[in-house]
């Protein structure tokens, strides 16, 4: 997820664009109306209207469905959803972020993407096969398809890197460490890293990353290992970052919406940040050129630790699904092969900076940069599938805002030592075996 958008780094705004809001999931007085809420991907609220409604428009257009749409902000989103799988009150089509594929697939509220009815949106060999790793429990049929792809990867300001002499993006962790501290400059204002440090689907999403290449496992069967050592070892990687190595601008302890921090970057405030790649966007909408920063992949420990995995990133996107109860599901199904079609998939994944999810959209010139080749190799050899298990969901909600409140005291100066992190972590580990 994006952590973004599959990221969740947006306000909680709510806009509904067309009629008010919730009850297409089996609104059957109108069979020609459906309704669909749309994870936030732009900028804003408002840019996601402006870029959906026109394309809504068109499918309106070609098969008679008017759609009702909401775009709704990502901490808002999990909740809203979980409501609406309670109440029965839902949309028809709704989008999520994909590590939510089976927990949100365990309720039973979602149809399934069997043969018959993923044949309806054009079949598994639609769609890139990463991206179907991530659309529900291993060995059932999918409960969501992909409709927007994401990968991590380390976004690097060319002019502060030559400023200080250094001639190559880092190629182990110990270089990215090495070269923050050479871009750091507190009396300038001026940092190595820059974080959404209050974004929990963030502290979850590299607790995963940088766990796995420690060796960490989330799971064992169905019991977590969030304060294994190995994890320890992980988030304290993070950590070091802000508490130890002093490359981090402590206020970004308080940045959980990404304007700033990509705004801050584009203004050369500091010299990398890792993200996902939907800020290929926001960078160039915040006046930084495409050809004034790079992008490689977040760089491994050297060597990796025993049983280290190299994962750069989770598989990371946006998915699309529907409602069992819609009261027009041959329609929601029409709006899932439209907007996973390769003509819709070259305009909004262009639209929010993210990656097609159907390999026909690159042959698209604004698919074929340096940024882009980079993010498909990460998702093709250097990432991993978060576990498709029912408690995916509480575990990024544990372990995220665990990392959340970390970040907030090494912020503060507060030791952040390998026993204080394995103590939370135990915490996080103990709710999570009691249910939450």
């Known amino acids: 997820m994006k952590a973004r958008r599959i990221t969740a780094l947006v306000t909680g705004v709510v806009l509904v664009m067309t009629g008010a809001g919730c009850g297409g999931g089996g609104d059957k007085a109108s069979p020609k109306t459906l309704t669909y809420w749309a994870s936030n991907q732009g900028r804003s609220i408002q840019q996601d209207q402006q870029v959906l409604g026109p394309e809504l428009k068109k499918f309106e257009q070609r098969t008679g469905i008017k759609v009702k749409l909401e775009v709704i902000g990502w901490p808002d ?40 009815t993923i044949a309806k ?47 190559q993006p880092p190629r182990t962790w110990q270089e990215l460490v090495a070269d923050a501290k050479r871009l ?8 190595g890293v ?58 970004d302890a308080e940045y959980v919406n990404d304007d700033q921090i990509l705004k801050d970057f584009a203004a050369g405030k500091f010299g990398m940040m890792m993200i996902q790649s939907y800020a290929t966007a926001g960078v160039r909408e915040n006046g930084m050129k495409d050809d004034e920063y790079g992008v490689t992949q977040i760089p491994l420990p050297d060597p990796l630790p025993a049983g280290g995995r190299k994962v750069a990133s989770h598989v990371a996107g946006i998915n699309i699904g529907v409602f069992k109860n819609s009261g027009n599901k041959d329609g929601a199904l029409k709006l899932v092969e439209f907007l996973t079609g390769p003509e819709e998939q070259k305009i909004l994944n262009a639209a929010w900076g993210s990656l097609p999810v159907v390999p026909q959209a690159y042959d698209d010139p604004r698919f074929q940069t340096p940024a882009i080749a980079t993010f498909r190799k990460v998702l093709a050899e250097a990432s991993e599938t978060l576990p498709m298990i029912p408690q995916e969901a509480q575990f990024e909600t544990l372990v995220g805002n665990t990392v959340k409140e970390l970040i907030a005291d090494a912020a503060a100066g507060r030791p952040v030592d390998d026993a204080t992190i394995r103590s939370r972590l135990a915490a996080a580990n103990k709710k999570m075996q009691a249910g939450g």
Request: proline share 6%; hydrophobic share 40%.
């Open 77 to 116: 989103l999990l909740n809203r959803i979980l409501a609406a799988t309670s109440s029965g009150k839902g949309p028809d089509v709704l989008n999520i972020g994909n590590t939510w594929s089976a927990s949100l697939q365990a309720t039973g509220a979602f149809q399934s993407f069997d043969d018959a």
């Open 121 to 167: 949106v054009g079949g598994r060999g639609r769609f890139i096969p990463s991206t179907l790793t991530s659309t529900g429990a291993a060995g059932k049929p999918p409960g969501f398809v992909p409709i927007y792809g994401l990968a991590y990867g380390l976004f690097y300001n060319k002019k502060l890197f030559a400023d200080a002499g250094i001639k």
């Open 184 to 191: 750091t400059d507190p009396a300038k204002k001026r940092y």
């Open 194 to 251: 820059g974080v959404l440090g209050a974004s929990y689907t963030e502290g979850a999403h590299f607790a995963f990353m940088f766990g796995a290449q420690q060796g960490a496992r989330l799971f064992q069967g169905n019991q977590p290992g969030f304060d294994s050592p190995q994890m320890v070892a992980g988030v304290k990687q993070y950590l070091d970052l802000l508490g130890t190595d002093k490359v981090i601008d402590p206020a």
